[in-house]
């Protein structure tokens, strides 16, 4: 029996090893995974370099506390910022984590606390990220919630302007809905939100957990719309797999988390800082995210010519979906798992893929017989 709380729904696959974009299950069977453990391992698996980040710094200095100056921090924080409008870090183990501090930061620096978020986003499960997220089955069983979070339809222009009044605090919201089915910010939405929050002086906080870190083809997913967030928060992409979450603000709200306000025992420790350093270094380099858009175009590409149109190709960059109608797609996922592919869906009907952002073509070509052979 196992001593484990079923709150998983485990999978079939035992995978006790990888490399790249291959794993390896116990039995010894491949498989290409195109989760990267939900948009996590985004250098492939067992990179090198992270390899030897991790065994240089194990061996000087794993953890010091915050009480300390951390250099690696500094070095992570410039990297993230250096040619965006943000000013500084914060670092934190995880992107519930990362979003509580954000919620936290525009609460106290606006001095008031009513937060708009959308319909079927994921924000994370610690209590604050969970009342953000718009999904009923996120909630149930768990209330009361924390208040002052008024969900709105997602990508719906009149409900957003006719809730925005002077009690609004701040906005939130994925670029893409990654866990929410691949759904994409509409450039009349990005345009609404930005008008508001121009308007009445609204913090804007970009959650860029899975799209950020070149996932979607550049460093974060903001860029390719015409939104300015006052704050970004990330975690998947940031540690190739390591435990490491962030936030990013602008230069106003800096005296509001001033010494003492919030803070972490284990973020941005120096194990963690090696490892964000050295994925920085490579995902944030100009030929890397030109790669990551060319395999993007190339895989959907390959996707619309080779499955039915009754199929819709979601998503950006690496972060793509394969919209299934009213089909459930876990049968299809379990058939491909079955076949050497993994994928994980994004909700009840839509097939999410996302490989290593170190993914090949051939690799590419690869999942693409399996899901023809799927997707009839
Ligand atoms: C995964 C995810 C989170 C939660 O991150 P955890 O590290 O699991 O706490 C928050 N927001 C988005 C958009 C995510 O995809």
């Not at 002052?148 to 957003?160: M, R, S």
Request: proline share 4%.
């Amino acid at each position: 029996m196992s001593a484990l709380f079923e709150n998983y729904g485990k999978r079939r696959a035992k995978i006790v090893k990888g490399q790249g974009t291959v794993v390896e299950d116990s039995a010894g069977k491949k498989y290409l995974d195109f989760t990267s453990g939900i948009a996590v391992v985004s250098l492939g698996h067992a990179h090198p370099a992270i390899v030897k980040a991790i065994h240089d710094q194990s061996q000087k200095l794993w953890h010091i506390s915050n009480l300390f100056d951390i250099p690696g921090q500094e070095k992570v924080a410039q990297k993230l910022i250096a040619n965006t409008h943000f000013s500084y870090a914060f670092f934190c183990n995880s992107g519930a984590e990362a979003n509580e501090a954000a919620i936290k930061l525009a609460r106290k620096h606006t001095g008031k606390n009513h937060i708009i978020t959308f319909e079927n986003s994921f924000h994370g499960r610690t209590f604050g990220a969970m009342s953000a997220t718009g999904q009923d089955k996120v909630h149930n069983g768990f209330g009361p919630l924390v208040e002052k979070f008024t969900i709105l339809p997602f990508n719906d222009v009149a409900a957003l302007e006719t809730t925005i009044d002077d009690s609004v605090a701040a906005i939130m919201l994925e670029m893409i809905q990654g866990e929410g089915g691949v759904n994409s910010v509409s450039p009349e939405f990005a345009a609404a939100i930005a008008k508001v929050c121009d308007d009445k002086g609204i913090l804007l906080i970009i959650d860029e957990v899975q799209t950020g870190i070149g996932r979607t083809g550049t460093k974060y997913a903001f860029e390719q719309t015409i939104l300015k967030p006052n704050i970004v928060t990330l975690a998947k992409g940031l540690g190739g797999g390591f435990p490491v979450g962030g936030m990013l603000g602008t230069a106003e709200l800096y005296e509001t988390f001033s010494p003492g306000t919030h803070g972490t025992t284990f973020g941005g420790n120096p194990l963690a800082m090696s490892v964000a350093e050295t994925v920085l270094d490579h995902v944030f380099a100009a030929p890397f995210l030109q790669n990551v858009q060319e395999l993007s175009t190339y895989f959907v590409k390959q996707l619309k010519t080779h499955l039915p149109s009754t199929y819709t190709v979601q998503g950006q960059g690496l972060l793509l979906g394969i919209g299934c109608g009213d089909i459930e797609v876990a049968s299809y996922i379990a058939a491909a798992e079955e076949k050497g592919l993994l994928l994980v869906g994004a909700g009840p009907n839509v097939i999410r893929l996302l490989p290593p952002l170190t993914v090949s073509k051939a690799e590419i070509d690869e999942a693409i017989a399996i899901l023809k052979t799927i997707l009839l």
